[in-house]
């Protein structure tokens, strides 16, 4: 047993608050990995145990857990794939130790939305369709199933899962634009991330230019509501939006030169 799960059976599994402090504790000490167990545990007791949805404070922590975890690993694929690094065969090992590591997150986290949260907040939604935080909820879900889908697809060709990073990313974006106002942040992180996996990973540079470009505008139009306490993150939002407009028009405009293709967009997990 290890020591974050011997210290679960301690604490009890279903004490949702103590669970929800470790998590705290595990962030503060960048312990990302514990920080997951902790959280799982906690949808477990929580939404598994009790049929309840996280709270924004808790949906958010599960967020940070796992974009933390695979962040880093994220960066350090991206490393190893430099060309320096090509036809070395103890790289190659290593790229194989680091993608393994990924794929075992990316795998996890997915059961959780995709076993769980979205199915548990899905008949919330249906027995309550006027709640608008649940299909708030459900939207943020799909997001990260899209993010986790689409940083499998970077490691792993020919799995299908770029075209469950579209599906899961077109169906929040249904919802967003039904449910969300242009200037929420999650509907704007959605454009954003599925933008950029239009780009990167659906090699379609016209659809995540025209996303992009969609968002901005109907969030620029709609400015002067914009609440105070989501100004900061919508704005951050909309300026990646922008910068990857401007980076992707440009490599539009030197179609052809060698260095047209090399610029890598910001997606939220940038922030």
């Not at 306490?229 to 300026?239: F, N, P, V």
Request: aromatic share 8%; net charge negative; proline share 1%.
């Amino acid at each position: 047993m290890s020591a974050v799960s011997a210290l679960i059976t301690k604490i009890g599994k279903e004490s949702h608050n103590e669970l929800l402090s470790m998590a705290k504790a595990s962030e503060n000490a960048e312990r990302y990995s514990d920080m997951c167990t902790f959280m799982r545990q906690l949808v477990a007791a929580k939404v598994v145990a009790k049929k309840e949805d996280l709270t924004v404070e808790e949906r958010n922590l599960l967020s940070v857990a796992y974009k933390n975890a695979v962040g880093a690993r994220r960066a350090s694929w991206r490393t190893l794939i430099l060309d320096e690094y090509k036809g070395n065969n103890l790289i190659e090992e290593y790229k194989k130790k680091v993608s393994s590591e990924m794929k075992t997150i990316c795998t996890e986290v997915l059961e959780v939305l995709e076993g769980v949260l979205v199915p548990n907040v899905e008949e919330i939604v249906k027995n309550k369709p006027e709640e608008n935080q649940s299909q708030e909820a459900l939207v943020f879900y799909l997001k990260m199933a899209g993010d986790y889908y689409r940083y499998l697809s970077e490691i792993v060709l020919g799995e299908g899962y770029d075209k469950k990073a579209e599906e899961k990313y077109t169906k929040g974006t249904d919802l967003a634009e039904k449910h969300l106002i242009a200037t929420h942040p999650i509907r704007l992180g959605l454009a954003l991330n599925f933008s950029v996996c239009y780009y990167e990973i659906l090699k379609d540079p016209k659809a995540a230019c025209d996303m992009a470009k969609k968002a901005f505008d109907a969030a620029i139009s709609k400015l002067d509501s914009l609440d105070e306490a989501s100004y900061k993150d919508s704005t951050l939002i909309m300026q990646l939006l922008r910068d990857n407009l401007t980076l992707w028009t440009s490599a539009a405009d030197k179609d052809g030169e060698e260095d047209g293709g090399d610029m890598a967009a910001a997606d939220q997990d940038a922030e």
